[in-house]
Nanobody, 126 residues
């Protein structure tokens, strides 16, 4: 059974860092585009960053550029999101996802993600 499981969320002070991990089981993550989404209370789910399977091209939403970095380790079937200089407005549930090539082509394309994790809470507060 295909599954994605996130970890690494928690409570952090503004300006701090967290690294989220997402481990895939039941399928080979390296064949898929991967992405991170987040959803804050009362808001729609927002694409944060994605990475292609073919050449490692990445896309990120403007609000996290220069602060968040997506990466993947295909040998470990894992995708990461390194989050630095965290702000209170980054508070949300973070989800990882995997999909076909169109999921991360010229942007983060929600409709093309086939697999989703259950989410991990990130809270940025002093």
């Amino acid at each position: 059974q295909a599954q994605l499981v996130e970890s690494g969320g928690g409570l952090v002070q503004p300006g701090g860092s967290l690294r989220l991990s997402c481990v895939a089981s039941g399928f080979t993550l390296g064949y898929y585009a991967v992405g991170w989404y987040r959803q804050a209370p009362g808001k729609e789910r927002e694409g944060v960053s994605c990475m292609t399977s073919s050449d490692g091209t990445t896309y990120s939403v403007d609000s996290v550029k220069g602060r968040f970095t997506i990466s993947r380790d295909n040998a470990k079937n894992t995708v990461y999101l390194q989050m630095n200089s965290l702000k209170p407005e980054d508070t949300a549930i973070y989800y990882c996802a995997a999909g076909g090539p169109h999921a991360c082509r010229q942007g983060i394309n929600y409709d093309y993600y086939d697999y989703w994790g259950q989410g991990t809470q990130v809270t940025v507060s002093s």
